[in-house]
């Protein structure tokens, strides 16, 4: 196994059917939408994108990472198991630069709270488990790699592929 703290990390878009599942677990507070919101297609691209970038710049170590529409899954390496900074500045990051891209796109007022941007698009908190061995490692793996299909979900498209595996390369 490789150096340093190896853990399978969750984090989902808010309002999502996992989202609600964490929000019915306590007590809720303000708007939960009837419908849960899908990232697809060129929005999911551009998603991807700006995670790979996030992540590259930070220089976060990734061995698999898959988007699912409404949520992601990502094996990382850190050097200690304090997590938090680093989760909060990839999912905080991309929520802006997701934000920014589409409020340029769309021709929206460039005014606005940028807390509120971070907020709009992932949820709270995250998910990780920390893995252990080489089995469970090899485990992971595979099961973040076939969760597009586990979910009855499409293939990632050529450019989004690219980006992952562009991600991965570079962190050699």
Known sequence: MMEGVISHIVFTVKNSRYDLQRIK?????????KTFPI???????KLIKILC????????????FNFCGDHVHAIIITDNTDISKIMG?????SAYLYHHHNRA??????SGNHKNVIQNLWAKG?????????????KAISYV??????HGLAPLSDCSTRN????????E
């Not at 970038?53 to 698999?64: N, T």
């Open 164 to 171: 992952i595996t562009s991600l991965k390369n570079k962190k």
């Open 105 to 110: 796109f769309n021709n929206e007022s460039q």
């Open 126 to 138: 995250y998910y990780q488990k920390i893995i252990t061995s080489a089995p469970e490692f090899e």
């Open 25 to 33: 677990r306590k007590k809720t507070v303000g708007f939960v939408a």
């Open 39 to 45: 990232i697809e297609n060129e929005d999911e691209e």
């Open 89 to 93: 500045y990839w999912k905080g990051k």
């Open 53 to 64: 970038e996030v992540a590259f710049e930070s220089g976060l170590k990734i061995e698999a």
């Open 145 to 150: 790699n076939n969760n597009r299909r586990k």
